[in-house]
């Protein structure tokens, strides 16, 4: 069973940037639609950005589109958000999930297509 960590969270002025990371314990990141997810208090788990098994497909959040980007490394197996412009509402808990590439109709940033979440990692964003 594939297991993720998150890492890079940070305390963060606006305008700043981080850099997520989603760990595996070793599986095989191309056979998993892979994505980010993020909740702030009070409010329901957004989607961020997913990407699909080779890459060729990504999705982004319109909240984020111009300053997110979500990548692969498929030689370490690892997930990565690299945030840009941070705003105060950015602030969140942030997510990584994955779900099997078989058991998937399509990529989407829907949280019920993903069956696979890490413990998540605080990003806060001042203004």
């Known amino acids: 069973q594939v297991q993720l960590v998150e890492s890079g969270g940070a305390s963060v002025q606006a305008g700043g940037s981080l850099r997520l990371s989603c760990a595996t314990n070793?599986?095989?990141?191309?056979?998993?639609?892979m994505a980010w997810f993020r909740q702030a208090p009070g409010k329901e788990r957004e989607g961020v950005a997913a990407?699909?098994?080779?890459?060729?497909?990504?999705l982004y959040a319109d909240s984020v589109k111009g300053r997110f980007a979500i990548s692969q490394d498929t030689i370490e197996n690892t997930l990565a958000l690299q945030m840009n412009s941070l705003k105060p509402e950015d602030t969140a808990m942030y997510y990584c999930?994955?779900?099997?590439?078989?058991?998937?109709?399509?990529?989407?940033?829907?949280?019920?297509?993903?069956?696979?979440w890490g413990q998540g990692t605080q990003v806060t964003v001042s203004s």
């Open positions: 070793g599986y095989t990141i191309t056979n998993y639609y």
């Open positions: 999930a994955a779900v099997e590439s078989w058991r998937a109709l399509r990529l989407t940033l829907s949280s019920t297509d993903f069956r696979i």
């Open positions: 990407i699909d098994t080779d890459g060729r497909t990504i």
